[in-house]
């Protein structure tokens, strides 16, 4: 009872996937352009829809990894 | 405007017709005592993860997102794209705050952000200034839920003079407020799920019958103008369009969660694990959001704004028009009937969490507080669901007797006024580091703050910050928690140096935060 709270709230290095989604979103100089299109839809745009995907399967690995532990 | 569209409203009122019977049946959905007012409020904190998704979806992703932020796309361009950076980054907060949360609420009874702050810094004080602040920026986020209900009637081509031109919205919001009254939190999670589902459906038909109704997404960008294709590289000395955009996603993610309608739907779950999943579920709603700006982009690939029939709508409801008048353009009658039922159901369950975590605050947080101490638990659930009632009329006068435009920058400042309780409700969660004065002190100073920058820079939502000969445009409500932080830090130091007053003591134990 009293262990698993301590892993729980105990910091994990798979946290650092949350990290790598604010860098990746929140800096315009990235992605601010119209090349490389795809299916004609500028850059600006697929790439952060991309970034939709990504983080939520950052957001999956780090529930299945730090509910195992 | 055009006659009335007959063959899109039946499909509108009997969507509309369904989701009313629903409401009031959702009653006796996972029974429980509504003359509790956690059964009422909360739902009996029963949905487990695959409810919560439909009710935090439905809750987060508001009608009036669904139509304010393609209408941004379609006036501003690029710069509407935030939403969705917005709407990635919240979800690893929610994972990593919103469970601690969860655990400490439901172990001590906590139904709003104001009881837990009075539970773990036992300062009424601090826990009324999070209660005022929940319920004044809320009030004019669900009056803003009826303009997306108004929007959608008047492109049916609704339309009268004095009181015949309100009715069917006084009618959809008397719908609204009887079953609220009656089922609480179950009636809009069980509609939720039925809004959701048209509006998946609206969206995806659009994604795919539009463009190649336009010829393909090429075309749609090429006639897009170069300046609102992307954000406008910044100039010498500035971080422009850059530090705007990347400042208002992050403010937006971190205010987003500290709405009481937020936390109504967070501790409705049934446990922290069906909150930290639904971290990784929630972002199929960003992706929609994401389809939807988009459709801002079509409305202009369109040519819908010269078209002669839409010019009334668009002098009425200026760019918000877009959307409707796209649909109404590009589909079916029938189908348009769906779509704006999607956008009409969208209005009415977030404006109905809104009400319930309105009342919820008020009859906790303010009449337990300080005028009932000792009401029974019958008397509590009762107060709430008249005031939800109040709080819905109260939206609604302002809605009639207000220009829209004052609720949509009311709204603004709701935002920059919500996110001062950061402090004391997330970092809270973590910590009770802080002297709860220096978290009342720096919460008063961020309020003072945002609302002076917001209305020196004319009501916008950035404020150009100048420092050391260079300026940065950024999201007011950002900055001002930067200072608010920095205050409650320095002054919680001080207080400490000269040894005032022992804190009063903590309701909550570390172990209350976990599972």
């Known amino acids: 009872m009293n262990a698993s709270p301590k892993i729980r709230s105990a910091w994990s290095w798979w946290y650092l996937l949350f990290v790598v989604q604010f860098i990746g979103v929140l800096w315009p100089p990235f992605y601010n352009k119209v090349e490389p299109t795809w299916l004609g839809v500028p850059f600006f745009y697929w790439y952060q829809m991309l970034w939709v995907i990504i983080a939520a399967v950052c957001n999956a690995v780090v529930y299945v990894v730090t509910e195992k532990s | 405007m055009q006659g009335v569209n007959w063959v899109a409203l039946t499909i509108f009122v009997l969507l509309f017709g369904f989701i ?62 935030f939403a969705v950076p917005y709407t990635i980054v919240m979800y690893p907060i929610l994972f990593l705050v919103f469970p601690r949360l969860w655990y400490v609420c439901n172990k001590h009874g906590y139904i709003t952000a104001g009881d837990f702050v009075r539970g773990r810094f036992g300062n009424r004080w601090l826990a009324l200034a999070i209660t005022i602040t929940g319920i004044v920026a809320t009030m004019p986020y669900i009056a803003l839920q009826l303009v997306g209900i108004q929007v959608v009637l008047g492109a049916m081509g609704i339309s009268g003079t004095g009181l015949m031109a309100d009715l069917p919205l006084l009618i959809a919001f008397a719908i609204l407020a009887a079953f609220t009254y009656s089922s609480g939190l179950r009636a809009p999670a069980s509609i939720a799920i039925v809004k959701d589902i048209l509006i998946y459906i609206t969206a995806f038909a659009a994604v795919i019958v539009i463009p190649m109704q336009l010829g393909g997404f090429g075309k749609i960008f090429a006639a897009v103008p170069a300046d609102k294709l992307l954000l406008a590289p910044p100039g010498a000395n500035t971080t422009g369009a850059y530090s705007a955009y990347a400042t208002l996603a992050l403010g937006s993610a971190l205010a987003l969660f500290l ?151 009311l709204q603004l400042l709701g935002g920059i006024w919500i996110i001062q309780t950061l402090p004391a409700v997330m970092l809270g969660a973590y910590t009770r580091w802080f002297n709860s004065w220096a978290l009342l002190i720096g919460w008063a100073i961020g309020t003072y703050a945002g609302t002076t920058m917001a209305i020196s820079a004319q009501l916008k939502p950035t404020y150009p910050l100048a420092f050391g000969g260079h300026i940065y445009p950024g999201y007011t409500a950002f900055y001002t928690l930067l200072l608010n932080l920095v205050v409650a830090v320095v002054l919680t130091l001080v207080f400490n140096a000269m040894k005032a007053r022992a804190p009063a003591a903590d309701a909550t134990a570390a172990a209350d935060y976990h599972a």
């Open chain 2, 259 to 409: 709405y009481p309608h937020s936390m109504t739907g967070i501790l409705s779950a049934s446990s922290g694990r069906a909150i930290r999943k639904n971290a990784a579920l929630l972002p199929g709603y960003t992706f929609m959001l994401g389809l939807l700006a988009l459709i801002g982009f079509f409305a202009i690939a369109a040519g819908i704004k010269g078209l002669p029939e839409f010019a009334a709508g668009f002098k009425q409801f200026g760019n918000n028009f877009a959307v409707p008048a796209l649909m109404l353009h590009s589909f079916p009658a029938w189908f348009v009937g769906v779509a704006f039922a999607a956008i009409g159901i969208g209005a009415l369950v977030p404006a109905a969490i809104m009400s319930i975590a309105a009342a919820n605050l008020y009859t906790r947080n303010i009449h337990r507080e300080f005028i009932n101490k000792n009401p029974t638990n019958k008397q509590e659930a009762q107060m709430a669901k008249w005031v939800s009632l109040i709080v819905k009329v109260g939206a609604l006068a302002f809605i009639l007797f207000v220009p829209t435009q004052f609720a949509i920058q």
């Open chain 2, 20 to 81: 009313t019977w629903l409401g009031f049946a959702a009653a006796r959905w996972r029974k429980g005592d509504l003359e509790l007012l956690h059964e009422w409020g909360l739902g009996g904190r029963r949905f487990g993860t695959v409810i919560t998704w439909f009710l935090v979806g439905g809750d987060l992703y508001t009608a009036y997102t669904f139509v304010a932020v393609p209408a941004l796309a379609f006036g501003a361009g690029a710069l509407a794209f």
